[in-house]
């Protein structure tokens, strides 16, 4: 069974930094569009940033030169680095990926494999 773990969240000040990780079982990373959502308790899910297969990456302006999304092929694991965090990045964290050829246009909330999220809280 396809399985994705996140983990890495937790609690920080603004201008801090946090790790997540996303943890893929039965397929490998390397070869899907993944990406990383968030969802803050009175908004809708938004995308954060995402990684094809072939390694392109694209942001949300909002994240732009603050955060990095990464794939550990020896892992198998998607990470998010997070930098210089602001209180309007607390959110529930979510991974999710796609098999999809080319770049990662579109992430199905009911047919693509998500976890189960990792909760951000930035405080300032």
């Known amino acids: 069974q396809v399985q994705l773990t996140e983990s890495g969240g937790g609690s920080v000040q603004a201008g801090g930094s946090l790790t997540l990780s996303c943890a893929a079982s039965?397929?490998?990373?390397?070869?899907?569009?993944m990406a990383w959502f968030r969802q803050a308790s009175t908004e809708a899910r938004e995308r954060v940033a995402s990684i094809s297969g072939e390694g392109s990456e694209t942001y949300a302006d909002s994240v732009k030169g603050r955060f990095t999304i990464s794939k550990d092929r020896a892992k198998n694991t998607l990470h998010l680095q997070m930098n210089s965090l602001k209180v309007e990045d607390t959110g529930m964290y979510y991974c999710?990926?796609?098999?999809?050829?080319?770049?990662?246009?579109?992430?199905?909330?009911?047919?693509?494999?998500w976890g189960q999220g990792t909760q951000v809280a930035v405080s300032s």
């Open positions: 999710v990926a796609r098999w999809q050829l080319g770049a990662c246009t579109y992430f199905n909330p009911t047919t693509d494999f």
């Open positions: 039965r397929f490998p990373v390397s070869n899907y569009c």
